[in-house]
Every structure is written in structure tokens, then in C-alpha cells.
């Protein structure tokens, strides 16, 4: 019975794996945004450069539309609940369930589940995934080191998509053998979303407001490690919408795409499965052009962002250019064998 039930399995598998999973996509052509925002204001980013001993200030927004540093942490009310555990009310909590929902770790059933600052059954379930998640101790409890990695800026994708961990399911059948033995497993994922085969010169748009060429150099600059990496896309920019596969944003707060940014600091970026091609930069973080203290590095983020563009999703290696997230003040450019071998595997190269 039981192997009957895994013959059904691996035959649906199959017949998923022979769906195309843009077949019934168009092409890509659609307006940057819903009516509701077609008039959106972007913003120009705040952004220094490392390039010379004194950082160099790029562009600096004016008063009125630099909000960088005035505003409080998006991630900091998770300070406050340190120590807490299940069966426990405290203040914040209601906060901590937004956060693990918008991350794909919490989803109530009733629309008001997660409106209250009760720490039930599921938020614990929750909280010891995402420890799994990131290779910390599964306690369940708000613990000093879930709470410094959750309070961490990160990428606005989330880690478990429609119910699916994208960052555990490579590890299934896998058994570790101790310590000193070489394990091989994968710990990349990727969804089934990918760009079809004979798509591999892609064209990637500025938004025009984007005028700063170190800005777009950054930009080049990540989309170019991931062609001499994969050694299957190129890319190139196009100064034509129409003709674009992908799209390069800065937006402030609700953009129209469901997932609004938050000020400085938590959500940095965040970008799209193929074939939609849209990745977005938080305007109100501070950018720089390299590594310089309390400043986010551009391309750093641009390389990561590539790589849900082209499929992949979230690591739990924390060397690996898709882990989620990342610090202040450092540069992050280099892939790791985690990313080469996902990117590999997905395309099968
Ligand atoms: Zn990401
Ligand atoms: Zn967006």
C-alpha cells in the first residue's frame, strides 16, 4: 500500500515536472504598476561611496524626503521580547506574528489569529522553523540568538512560500554522518519557476529616474558575477521598457506589489520569481557603494536580489549569497558552492 501510495507520488511529480511553468504566461508585458500607484512618486536613494579615503556622499535626498535614521527600527520591537515563550502575553507579540506571517511562517486560519499578543501553540511551531531555518537551537523561545538574526535587515522575500520551506526541503532523505565526514548535501532551493530554455541574453531597465552611473554600475556590475558564474545568462541593459525581461526600482513604503517596504533598516529589497523580472530597492535604507560602517552595500543586495530573478530562493547557508540576510558595513559579492550548485541544479547546467 505504502509503496503503491509512493509510485502515485513520484508519478505526480513527474507529471508537475513536465508542465511548463510559464506556459500559460504572457511574456512579460505589463504596466510597472496598478492604476492606484501609476502616479507614484520615486524617490531618489540616499548613497555614499567607499571609493575614496573620505566616503563620498552621491546623492543626498533632500529634509523633506530623507526619512533614513529618523525613524525607529522597523525590526526593533523584537528587543522587547526576548525570553518569551508559549503561553505567555506580552506586548509585541501581535508585532512578532506580522513578522513570521509576511515571512511565510505563520498562517492563521481566522483573519484575527495573529491580532493579539498571545503566544499560542502555532507561534511556537513558527519560531522553532525558523530556528531550523537558521541553524539555531530549537527551543521554541524568543532566545538572545533568535532574536539577533531575526532583528537582522533581510531580504523581503519570503523564506516559506505557499506553505512550502523553501529553505529545508533540499535536506530531505539526507542523514548526516558526523562531523568529520563530507556531507553533500544542497542547502539552496528554488521554486519551479525559471526562465525557458532558449531565454538566456536577458535585458534588465533602470527605472529612468535611476541617473547616478554608480548606481548602475553596481547594478552591472552583480548581473555580470551571476553570467561568469552560471556561464549560461548574459545580460544587458536596455533603455526600453517594452523590450526589458527585467526591471530595476526604488520604492518608499506601499508600491503597489503587496509587499510595502518599511523605512530604514528591516526589509532591504526584495524581487520576483521568473519570468516577472521586477526587483525593487528600499529607498530608505542607507546605500553605499561599498563597505562602509552602518551602510548597506548596493551590490551586495543587487546579487542576492538576481538570484530570485532567476529562480533560486533562500539558503540557510550564512556565507551563501541567498541567505537571507545580511549585515551593516560589509561587502558580500563572493558566491559560495551553495549558490552555484543551485543555480546549477535548476537549470540543469
Ligand atoms: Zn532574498
Ligand atoms: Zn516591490
Not at 533632500?62 to 523584537?78: D, M, R, V
Request: aromatic content about 12%; charged content about 20%; some cysteine.
Amino acid at each position: 500500500m505504502a509503496q503503491h501510495f509512493k509510485l502515485i507520488s513520484c508519478i505526480s511529480l513527474f507529471l508537475l515536472l513536465l508542465v511548463p511553468s510559464n506556459a500559460e504566461k504572457p511574456t512579460h508585458k505589463k504596466p510597472l504598476l496598478p492604476s492606484k500607484y501609476e502616479n507614484l512618486e520615486i524617490k531618489k536613494p540616499l548613497i555614499v561611496s567607499s571609493n575614496s579615503e573620505n566616503p563620498k556622499l552621491l546623492h543626498a535626498p533632500s529634509n523633506s524626503e530623507n526619512l533614513a535614521t529618523k525613524k525607529p527600527q522597523p525590526f526593533g520591537f523584537l528587543n522587547h521580547l526576548k525570553g518569551g515563550k508559549k503561553g505567555e502575553n506580552l506586548a509585541g507579540i501581535r508585532e512578532l506574528k506580522k513578522y513570521l506571517n509576511k515571512f511565510g511562517y505563520l498562517n492563521y486560519k481566522s483573519i484575527n489569529g495573529h491580532d493579539n499578543d498571545h503566544f499560542d501553540e502555532m507561534l511556537e511551531a513558527a519560531v522553532k522553523t525558523y530556528q531550523a531555518n537558521y541553524n539555531l537551537k530549537i527551543t521554541g523561545i524568543l532566545d538572545s540568538e533568535t532574536i539577533s538574526k531575526m532583528v537582522m535587515p533581510r531580504c523581503g522575500f519570503p523564506d516559506i512560500i505557499n506553505g512550502t520551506n523553501s529553505m529545508t526541503k533540499k535536506h530531505e532523505g539526507h542523514q548526516h554522518h558526523g562531523s568529520n565526514k563530507l556531507h553533500i548535501v544542497a542547502h539552496y532551493s528554488y521554486g519551479s519557476y525559471k526562465w525557458p530554455a532558449g531565454k538566456t541574453h536577458l535585458y534588465y531597465w533602470f527605472e529612468t529616474h535611476i541617473t547616478y552611473s554608480s548606481i548602475k554600475r553596481a547594478v552591472a556590475r552583480a548581473f555580470n558575477r551571476w553570467a561568469s558564474y552560471t556561464q549560461h545568462f548574459t545580460f544587458e541593459e536596455t533603455l526600453d521598457y517594452q523590450s526589458s525581461d527585467l526591471t530595476v526600482t526604488y520604492y518608499r513604503g506601499d508600491h503597489g506589489d503587496g509587499s510595502a517596504f518599511d523605512g530604514p533598516g528591516g526589509v532591504l529589497a526584495h524581487a520576483f520569481f521568473p519570468t516577472d523580472g521586477r526587483l525593487h530597492f528600499d529607498v530608505d535604507e542607507r546605500w553605499s557603494i561599498g563597505a562602509i560602517p552602518n551602510y548597506v552595500d548596493l551590490e551586495s543586495v543587487a546579487v542576492h536580489e538576481i538570484g530570485h530573478l532567476l529562480g533560486l530562493g533562500h539558503s540557510t547557508v550564512p556565507d551563501a549569497i541567498m541567505y537571507p540576510s545580511i549585515s551593516y558595513g560589509v561587502v558580500k559579492t563572493n558566491f559560495h558552492a551553495d549558490d552555484v550548485r543551485g543555480i546549477k541544479a535548476l537549470y540543469n547546467i
